[in-house]
């Protein structure tokens, strides 16, 4: 028999193990502060699409706070998560050997990264949640994840050199709905809906891409989902305010909007 491509449930009780992306009140635990803090801003951060019944492809769930949060409004979440071999990436790879201050800023990538991976599985088990994740590279979604009716993606194309495959195998697998949200950009040039951002003397090229609304509507129109709606948002970020966009491009039209949110 063939290994799951889904990550057995993992117990983790140190809370000192943990680094959590998004502030979240936990269950028998309290407030957990996070980098970021959407907490009961949620329905608003994901275009107040309605999950309820819906399978959710989550693609870099971090803590896990939107996957618990889509869970509990009723959605079947399948999240992908780097896996230790495919962390997202942080610099080109034509380095070799890679210089020093790139493995010491890969060996802090890894770091934070398990260190997120427990805050999710602490979270998981405060939640007593049936979320699945699946650890590999979002560039080779695996057949075996099957099909879903949405695909979420928050905060995370940004961090991938190509997101054009990542938003391409999504549309692969998705019939209803792509929902992305991003940070809202000021770009250096006025005409441009697409901006690279790490320059020749940045090390930290966690970041690659400033995106603007325009980007994702002619690309999500291109792979099928031709009916786009934009919202735009203010979140706090490490104790500040972030203005953010949220796209939600569906493959037909908009139902009765009675039916699109919850109260």
Not at 38 to 44: A, L, N, T, V, Y
Not at 152 to 161: D, I, S
Not at 204 to 233: A, E, M, N, Q
Request: hydrophobic fraction near 40%; charge should be negative; include cysteine.
């Amino acid at each position: 028999m063939n290994k799951s491509v889904f990550e057995e449930p993992r117990r983790v009780s140190d809370l000192d193990s943990c680094l959590f992306y998004h502030s979240i009140d936990l269950p028998g635990h309290g407030f957990q502060k996070g980098f970021w803090d959407i907490r009961g801003k949620e329905r608003q951060y994901l275009g107040n699409f309605n999950f309820d019944a819906r399978r959710v492809l989550e693609l870099g769930p971090a803590s896990g706070h939107l996957s618990f949060f889509m869970e509990r409004e009723g959605a079947e979440v399948v999240s992908v998560e780097a896996s230790t071999e495919s962390i997202w990436e942080l610099f080109w790879r034509v380095h070799d050997p890679l210089p020093s201050e790139l493995e010491d800023l890969l060996a802090s990538g890894h770091k934070s990264l398990k260190e997120i991976k427990n805050s999710y599985w602490f979270s998981h088990g405060a939640f007593s949640s049936k979320a699945q994740v699946h650890y590999g590279n979002a560039y080779d979604l695996p057949k075996e994840l099957g099909k879903f009716d949405v695909a979420v993606m928050a905060c995370m194309l940004l961090h991938n050199k190509s997101p054009l495959l990542i938003l391409e195998n999504c549309a692969r697998v998705t019939s209803e709905a792509i929902i992305i949200v991003e940070p809202i950009r000021k770009l250096h040039f006025s005409q441009s809906s697409l901006e690279f951002v790490p320059s020749g003397n940045e090390l930290s090229w966690d970041t690659w891409w400033g995106f603007t609304p325009k980007f994702f509507i002619d690309v999500l129109r291109s792979l099928g989902f031709k009916y786009p709606t934009v919202t735009r948002h203010r979140q706090i970020c490490f104790d500040k305010p972030q203005d953010m966009f949220t796209i939600v491009a569906r493959r037909e039209p908009t139902p009765d909007p009675t039916s699109q949110a919850k109260p």
